[in-house]
């Protein structure tokens, strides 16, 4: 089992940044690939940001290419999520997901709010 725990949301006017961070606990975290979801009420949950185990390889989704930036850090069994020029539109629950070959987990989630 690997547990996720997200932290970092909260309100934030549009154009502002916020930072956010998804520490697992449980089994190697370095042999996960890590991923940003994120769910608006009222639609289904998205694919923000994906980064490989080696945190050489990212990808993102259209929507926050170039405003938002995810990193990991290995020794400190976290990933992050920077976003900037946040927009009304950014506001939902952040999930931080861990893939693996064999098996998925998904964190308790970060409400984001951005207002105009």
């Known amino acids: 089992q690997v547990q996720l725990v997200e932290s970092g949301g909260g309100l934030v006017q549009a154009g502002g940044s916020l930072r956010l961070s998804c520490v697992a606990s449980?089994?190697?975290?370095?042999?996960?690939?890590m991923n940003w979801f994120r769910q608006a009420p009222g639609k289904e949950r998205e694919f923000v940001a994906g980064?490989?185990?080696?945190?050489?390889?990212?990808s993102y989704a259209d929507s926050v290419k170039g405003r938002f930036t995810i990193s990991r850090d290995n020794a400190k069994n976290t990933v992050y999520l920077q976003m900037n020029s946040l927009k009304p539109e950014d506001t939902a629950v952040y999930y931080c997901?861990?893939?693996?070959?064999?098996?998925?987990?998904w964190g308790q989630g970060t409400q984001v709010t951005v207002s105009s």
């Open positions: 980064i490989n185990l080696s945190g050489v390889s990212t």
């Open positions: 449980g089994r190697t975290f370095s042999n996960y690939n």
């Open positions: 997901k861990a893939d693996s070959v064999t098996d998925n987990y």
